[in-house]
């Protein structure tokens, strides 16, 4: 149960709302994760799209890429049309070494739309559902000829956000989908992260760590704000800043076998919440689970 921590470049620069953190230099995102601890990060749209510059500039920081996310298309497009335009990205994560590939649905999608609430998420009908997991799978099963495990990221005012749209997915989704636990979104969609944890525990194949400010959040819910007002209120945080027990929701994991990356992944407004003391807190934190859990950090400071 060897696992790492990496960090992703949302907390230095927002990719949903740009504007949050957009003077920021990639330098020192990459130069501030690394002094904070992290061996790996994901993708950002900063990062250099080309396998060799992107390597050159991740060796000069001593960090490796993880993953980056990809935004299907499945509800609008054919699984053909999704395989040749994924294509690119796939290519440049396996160039660079990574073993997952981050997926969302976004057809339809409310969370980079400020002026909508995040109770107006779309949602699918049953059909919908199955149709999408057919077509992910067929995205899936072409990534792992590449030598890539697709993983499924639920979100936040897409498609694939509840419980129960979570579990009618994986469901008829095949054996080639995996799942990304991300355990902000899990909580904030009122999903019980060690739940959903312990049911998917054998699917999970890379996990995102944030943290929810349970306030926060509420006021959001209350006063029907978007998702991207919901992140400059302060909506999430890093590991150990919130209201979510990390020890219980990444225990299912652990005790599954589960060797892979442990990505803190905290949007926040820059200017609030200082990056470098945020990634440095999220670290501290996840470092002390993964201990307690029984996981095995590899290549940590």
Not at 142 to 162: F, K, N, P, Q
Not at 163 to 185: C, K, N, Q, R, S
Not at 250 to 261: D, E, F, H, I
């Amino acid at each position: 149960m060897t696992i790492r921590l990496g960090t992703n470049p949302i907390a230095w620069s927002n990719d949903d709302m740009r504007t949050l953190g957009g003077t920021t230099p990639l330098a020192t995102c990459l130069s501030e994760a690394r002094l904070a601890g992290y061996s790996g990060i994901e993708l950002g749209h900063k990062f250099p799209r080309e396998a060799g510059p992107l390597g050159e500039l991740l060796g000069e920081h001593q960090l490796v890429l993880i993953s980056g996310w990809y935004s299907s298309a499945l509800l609008e497009r054919s699984p053909a049309e999704e395989i040749a335009a994924i294509d690119g990205h796939a290519g440049l994560l396996n160039a660079l070494g990574c073993e997952v590939l981050i997926l969302a649905e976004t057809s339809r999608a409310v969370h980079g739309r400020r002026e909508v609430p995040l109770s107006a998420s779309p949602s699918l009908s049953s059909d919908e559902i199955r149709g999408l997991a057919l077509g992910v799978s067929e995205v899936a099963k072409h990534v792992a000829g590449r030598g890539l495990r697709l993983a499924y990221h639920h979100h936040l005012g897409t498609v694939i956000e509840t419980g129960d749209e979570i579990d009618a997915f994986m469901d008829a989704a095949g054996p080639e989908v995996a799942l990304l636990l991300d355990t902000g979104h899990a909580y904030a969609a009122g999903v019980d992260p060690v739940a959903l944890a312990s049911t998917y525990a054998e699917r999970i194949v890379h996990v995102h760590c944030k943290d929810v400010r349970l306030e926060i959040l509420e006021m959001v819910q209350a006063s029907e704000m978007s998702f991207l007002d919901g992140v400059v209120a302060g909506m999430f945080t890093v590991p150990g800043d919130g209201c979510i027990d990390f020890n219980a929701a990444l225990g299912p994991v652990a005790r599954a076998g589960y060797a892979g990356w442990l990505v803190v992944e905290a949007e926040q407004d820059p200017e609030k919440a200082n990056p470098l003391t945020y990634a440095r807190a999220g670290y501290d934190h996840l470092s002390a689970v993964a201990e307690t859990v029984g996981f095995s950090l590899q290549g940590e400071r």
